[in-house]
């Protein structure tokens, strides 16, 4: 008996986990692209938070041409921005050919002790060698590579999917992240 679970303990660690799926699939509704996450932070105001998501905007998307920040209401809280993503390449390597560049929209809305962050809209994407024409909306280039997915013959595009993924939800996390550390910082 000992012995049987012991080897029911032990198993686990000699079995090969599946492979996230949901990083390679995009979050749909009503058939847009839409990132979507409610960030709380206890003891925060509104105009904090109001005031915090315009600067991190503006800071993380410093390198726009134009003004980002497209909307500013400060009585109900929202932000809109149009913003470009810095290049996301498919390879390790920084190859010219096999980047893309994202165009979207973040809105932002404030309310005492959270706020939601949107990321949509993303209807402008520029050349790269696995996309064969620019300014086209994203949800276009996917559903084109549905059937190549559900034939198992993905190639690149599983791999931007989860390149994507992994940029979009990494700015939610550094959004939550200097949040909460500029509500510690005592200046």
């Not at 920084?94 to 002790?113: G, N, P, V």
Request: proline share 4%; hydrophobic share 35%.
């Amino acid at each position: 008996m000992k012995k049987i679970l012991l080897i029911l303990l032990l198993l686990p660690l000699f079995c090969f986990s599946q492979i996230d799926s949901t990083m390679h699939d995009f979050p749909y509704r009503d058939g847009k692209i839409i990132y979507e996450k409610v960030v709380e932070v206890k003891g925060l105001s509104k105009e904090f938070i109001y005031g915090f998501s315009k600067k991190w905007v503006m800071n993380k998307f410093s390198n726009q041409l134009a003004r980002p920040i497209k909307t500013e209401d400060l009585i109900n809280g929202q932000i809109v921005a149009r913003v470009s993503s810095p290049p996301i390449y498919l390879a390790s390597e920084s190859t010219l050919s096999q980047q893309i560049f994202l165009d979207f929209w973040i809105q932002i809305d404030s309310k005492e002790e959270k706020c939601r962050i949107k990321f949509f809209d993303f209807n402008s994407l520029r050349p790269s060698s696995i996309l064969t024409k620019g300014n086209v909306p994203l949800e276009e280039y996917d559903k084109s590579n549905q059937t190549k997915r559900n034939e198992n013959k993905t190639g690149n595009w599983d791999k931007f999917t989860l390149k994507i993924n992994l940029y979009l939800n990494g700015l939610f996390e550094d959004f939550k992240t200097n949040l909460v550390a500029d509500s510690k910082d005592s200046f």
